[in-house]
C-alpha cells in the first residue's frame, strides 16, 4: 500500500499557517446546521461564478460539445445550478473529512447496496466506479460508511492539506493507493477488496485512447479500465452520490455489476465505460464537474476545442 503522510513539526511553519487558518475555518463552518451549510454553499457558487470567469467558459463549451442539442438558455441554466453544486462541493469536503458518523447517517439514504453484498458473496474484487461529482468526498465517505474498501488519491502537492485530505478520507477508508499504482490496484482487486477508481477524465495521451463521450466522437479516454478490469477479473460496479434538493440530504445510488465487461482491446473497454459514465451523469447531470476540460487531449493534428 502507499506510504501514507504523516504530521511532523515542519508542517508548523509560518508557510503553513494560511493553509492551517484554511482547513480550521472549514471545520468550524461545517459545524453549523446543515441546512445553513445548504445556503452557504449554494452563495459561494453564486460567487464562485462571478468570478471563476475562465471555468465558467470551460463549463459552457464542455455542456455544448456533449448536449449540441440543448437551447442556449438550458445551457446558462444548467451552468448556473452546476456552480451552486462547485460550492456546495468545497463545504461537502469539509462534511465527508470532519463530520461523525452519526451526523452523516441522519442526512443520507443507501439504495442497491445488495449489488455489492452480491459480489462480495462470490469472493471477487469490486472496481467501484466513482466519476467526478463534485459531491465526490461525500459519496466516498457515504460508501466507507458501509464497506470500507480502497482509496484512490492523487497526492497533494501541499503537504498540509494531504495530510488532512488522507487523514479525512481514512475515516471511511483501509488505506489509500496513488492513482498511478496500477499493480497496487491489481493486487487488492485479486484479494478481494474495493477499490475506488474514476475513469472519467482527461488523463492525458500516454494513458488514454480515443471513444465516444456524448456527442463528442473522440474524447480521451482512459486505458486503466481495461488493464484493470482484464488483469484482476474484479466486477465493475458503478455509484452515483446526489445531493438532494432543498437540504434534504444526499442519496447513495448503487447501479448494478457488471461481470463481464467487453475487454477484447482498451477502445472498446473504453466505449464501453464511456457509456457508463453517461448513466451516472445524467442521473445528477447539474452536480457533474463541467469545469474541468474534459476534452483537452485531441488526436494528432486535430486543432483544440477549447
Not at 463549463?59 to 440543448?70: H, S
Not at 471513444?211 to 463528442?216: E, Q
Amino acid at each position: 500500500m502507499t506510504l501514507l503522510p504523516k504530521f511532523s513539526a515542519s508542517l508548523l511553519h509560518p508557510r503553513f499557517w494560511p493553509t492551517w487558518f484554511g482547513m480550521g475555518l472549514l471545520w468550524l463552518v461545517v459545524q453549523l446546521p446543515y441546512p445553513v451549510i445548504y445556503r452557504l454553499g449554494y452563495g459561494i457558487g453564486h460567487l464562485a461564478k462571478r468570478v471563476m470567469k475562465r471555468r465558467v467558459k470551460i463549463a459552457e463549451r464542455n455542456l455544448e460539445l456533449c448536449f449540441p442539442q440543448m437551447r442556449a438558455e438550458e445551457r446558462q441554466h444548467m451552468v448556473a445550478k452546476n456552480f451552486e453544486s462547485v460550492g456546495m462541493g468545497v463545504l461537502e469536503t469539509g462534511m465527508a473529512w470532519f463530520w461523525s458518523d452519526r451526523r452523516m447517517a441522519r442526512w443520507m439514504d443507501v439504495s442497491g447496496f445488495e449489488y455489492v453484498r452480491d459480489v462480495q458473496a462470490q469472493g471477487r474484487g469490486i472496481l467501484l466506479i466513482g466519476v467526478h461529482f463534485l459531491t465526490l468526498e461525500m459519496g466516498a465517505r457515504m460508501f466507507g460508511m458501509n464497506e470500507p474498501g480502497i482509496g484512490v488519491y492523487r497526492p497533494n502537492d501541499n503537504p498540509v492539506i494531504d495530510l488532512v485530505q488522507t487523514w479525512g478520507r481514512m475515516r471511511s477508508n483501509k488505506s489509500m493507493l496513488d492513482r498511478k499504482d496500477l499493480k497496487g490496484m491489481i493486487r487488492a482487486l485479486k484479494a478481494g477488496e474495493v477499490v475506488w477508481y474514476a475513469p472519467d477524465h482527461d488523463y492525458g495521451p500516454r494513458a488514454s485512447v480515443f471513444a465516444p463521450f456524448f456527442a463528442v466522437e473522440q474524447a480521451a479516454s482512459t486505458s486503466g479500465t481495461w488493464m484493470l478490469a482484464r488483469m484482476s477479473q474484479a466486477a465493475i460496479v458503478p455509484f452515483v452520490p446526489r445531493r438532494k434538493p432543498d437540504a434534504k440530504g444526499y442519496e447513495l445510488i448503487m447501479l448494478e455489476p457488471e461481470y463481464s465487461p467487453p475487454l477484447d482491446d482498451a477502445e472498446t473497454t473504453a466505449a464501453w465505460m464511456n457509456k457508463v459514465v453517461e448513466r451516472c451523469i445524467m442521473l445528477a447531470p447539474e452536480q457533474y464537474m463541467w469545469l474541468h476540460r474534459r476534452f483537452k487531449t485531441r488526436p494528432e493534428g486535430v486543432p483544440s476545442r477549447y
